[in-house]
């Protein structure tokens, strides 16, 4: 019932911003942390940035000072400012959030993925 739908890659050169955004829809109660993870090719997946329902910030080391999460609660929207980015910063980004359904309850859910990709 809860879906969450990403937008917002593409292709850029170094140095080039993007912002990537997540909306969550269906019969959604109350989201609690919302997150952006990505995976580039041969790696895991790894977190990149997540936002409490409290607004409180978490980035991962390799983006901090350049990246920014932020959340609309009104909109259940999640977005993420990607500033100075960096070849090494191309990957398939996901959003996650950990969100109440009204019929299944509390569990964790995945967008379908947003490539990004940075030229030198």
């Known amino acids: 019932q809860v879906q969450l739908v990403e937008s917002g890659g593409g292709l850029v050169q170094a140095g080039e911003s993007l912002r990537l955004s997540c909306a969550a829809s269906?019969?959604?109660?109350?989201?609690?942390?919302m997150g952006w993870y990505r995976q580039a090719p041969g790696k895991q997946r790894e977190l990149v940035a997540q936002v409490t329902s409290g607004t409180t910030t978490n980035y991962a080391d390799s983006v901090k000072g350049r990246f920014t999460i932020s959340r609309d609660n009104a909109k259940n929207t999640v977005y993420l400012q990607m500033n100075s980015l960096k070849p090494e910063d191309t990957a398939v980004y996901f959003c996650?959030?950990?969100?109440?359904?009204?019929?299944?309850?509390?569990?964790?859910?995945w967008g379908q993925g947003t490539q990004v990709t940075v030229s030198s």
């Open positions: 269906g019969t959604i109660l109350r989201i609690y942390t």
């Open positions: 996650q959030a950990k969100i109440w359904d009204r019929t299944a309850g509390i569990g964790d859910y």
